[in-house]
């Protein structure tokens, strides 16, 4: 059994030590013994200096690829350089792309960024110190490098490079990089005299060599006044790209050649020109499925009622207001392989909209004559010719949740019904998680159901993409 000298341990890890040993009342030796006790039975206590984090603020769990929606885990490291604030575009870029977001900030990085920001636009806790009790209890540095699909360093400084060719590991980021057993990008950033330095060069000719990849750095100017030359660390976006190169090789597009078309978000139906009936709805769901369908490689129309949400990116969007300007673009959009209807289309319109703002008056309350709005899933399914192949639709319900939601796919005439329990107290409407049941109607008449189990919206984005893209196969098999 090999013997431990704790004169012999790091600085900082000994000045750890001494800080928890003093506050449990013990010696060093005790305390090392008890933490490497409670380590080997799976119970770490934490220091008493620094409170046990809640489990979700603690050190990463494995989660990724996620096992039911494949959702890529992406580590990202910042670097220190004034690049840093685009990283902080870069964290939304990737987000979009629907990959989670772990951020790791070095010590010069937070010269530029908070862990704030980053772990505000991440939605994950920030890490920054190899010391922290909180996370490396359980080697959280080793969690962090190996509990995601990618690693992206950016910006990429010199030296950080230089520390990554030689192989040290004396902060949490270059630990992190020496423990990786996953693919590393490098966004590199840097005055163009110190990417030109022969030092540089070895470095960066040692990293390619050790299989790590590169993106930039580009040509431009520097934040140095009147100096340009190449060094200016990639575009986000760009970086991004990358990053789902690496994580999605371009074969891995299972709707590829397909067509898909997607309704999201309300209708408003005009009252008079200020004034509107709309069912509530935010669009996220829909939205996320349109990214879900483009990272699959289909080819994705989006109609959109009235949202706040930005366009997802290489996706085809119609924004319209009202339901029958919505079934308008659903029909110029066809044909398509695949058409989910995940707005929340308004069941009525006003026939007697004002053309003037209606004003309050003695006479009484405004008569509002209401008339039904078309079906646009209805009508869609009910198509003779340019029906496609597979419908889908949502039933979004606050009660009987199932027996709705089948009563719904034969009323409708649809083939899938993504059912959700929007009942106020899930927090579904306008929040970022969703519990569904999946009901598909089999050759034989029957009705299937999947429950999933409570995910994001990108989750059941991810995860209805792929039942689909698995029909799509069988269909053509
Ligand atoms: O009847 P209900 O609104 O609950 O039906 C929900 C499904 O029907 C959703 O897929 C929704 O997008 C679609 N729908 C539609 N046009 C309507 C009403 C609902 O496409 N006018």
Not at 386 to 410: C, M, Q, S, W
């Amino acid at each position: 059994m090999a013997s431990l000298t704790i004169r012999k341990l790091d600085e900082a890890i000994k000045a750890e030590l001494r800080l928890r040993a003093a506050g449990n009342g013990r010696s060093v030796e005790e305390e090392v013994r008890i933490i490497l006790g409670e380590l080997i039975q799976g119970r770490p206590e934490a220091a008493p200096s620094s409170p046990r984090l809640p489990p979700s603020a603690a050190a990463p769990t494995r989660n990724s690829p996620d096992p039911v929606s494949g959702i890529p885990s992406v580590t990202l490291i910042i670097g220190g350089g004034i690049a840093a604030y685009k990283a902080l575009d870069l964290i939304r870029r990737l987000k979009e792309r629907h990959m989670h977001v772990r951020c790791v900030l070095t010590s010069a990085a937070q010269q530029f960024v908070t862990p704030l920001a980053a772990g505000a636009l991440s939605h994950e806790r920030c890490y920054t110190n190899l010391f922290d009790p909180g996370s490396e209890f359980d080697a959280g540095h080793i969690r962090l490098a190996r509990d995601c699909d990618l690693i992206v360093v950016a910006p990429a400084t010199a030296d950080l490079m230089a520390k990554m060719a030689q192989g040290h590991a004396d902060d949490l980021a270059s630990a992190i990089l020496l423990a990786a057993d996953k693919p590393i990008l490098l966004a590199p950033a840097m005055n163009p005299l110190m990417w030109n330095n022969p030092a540089t060069r070895r470095n960066v000719a040692q990293l390619v060599r050790d299989g790590i990849a590169t993106i930039g750095p580009n040509a431009g100017e520097m934040a140095e006044a009147g100096e340009a030359g190449v060094g200016r660390m990639a575009e986000p976006t760009e970086i991004a790209i990358a990053a789902e190169r690496i994580l999605r090789p371009p074969q891995v597009q299972p709707l590829k050649g397909k067509h898909v078309l997607i309704t999201a978000g309300p209708t408003h139906e005009p009252i008079d020109p200020v004034r509107y009936i709309a069912n509530r709805s935010s669009g996220k769901q829909g939205f996320a499925i349109a990214a879900a369908a483009h990272a699959a490689g289909a080819e994705v129309t989006l109609v959109s009622g009235p949202v706040d949400l930005d366009d997802p990116a290489g996706v085809m969007v119609k924004h319209v207001e009202s339901a029958r300007e919505m079934l308008a673009q659903v029909e110029a959009a066809l044909p398509a392989d695949i058409a989910i209807f995940a707005a929340a289309v308004a069941d009525w319109r006003v026939k007697n909209a004002g053309s003037q703002k209606l004003k309050k008056s003695a006479g009484g309350l405004p008569q509002l004559e209401m008339i039904e709005n078309p079906d646009i899933l209805a009508t869609i399914s009910r198509l003779p010719f340019r029906r496609p192949p597979l419908v889908i639709g949502f039933a979004a319900e606050t009660e009987h949740l199932i027996d709705n939601a089948k009563i719904k796919l034969t009323r409708k005439r649809c083939d899938w019904i993504v059912a959700n329990d929007v009942s106020p107290a899930t927090g579904v409407m306008g929040g970022d998680r969703n519990t569904v049941h999946l009901l598909t109607r089999e050759a034989d008449g029957t009705v299937a159901i999947d429950s999933w189990p409570v995910m994001t919206k990108d989750e059941v984005a991810a995860t209805l993409v792929g039942r689909i893209a698995s029909h799509v196969k069988d269909a053509s098999a």
